[in-house]
């Protein structure tokens, strides 16, 4: 079973939220307290 796309805490550093294409993770981490944009990160 794989994750879909989406904001997911980062295994690497649980106070961060990183977004995962499907396949890995993309984008600079934002703070695991913040409320992640809709989609994927520019």
Known sequence: MSLEPGW????ADTETRRWWD???????????DVTPP?????
């Open 22 to 32: 499907g396949e890995g993770w993309i984008g600079a981490p934002i703070p695991v």
């Open 8 to 11: 997911y805490v980062d295994p």
């Open 38 to 42: 809709d989609g994927p990160p520019p």
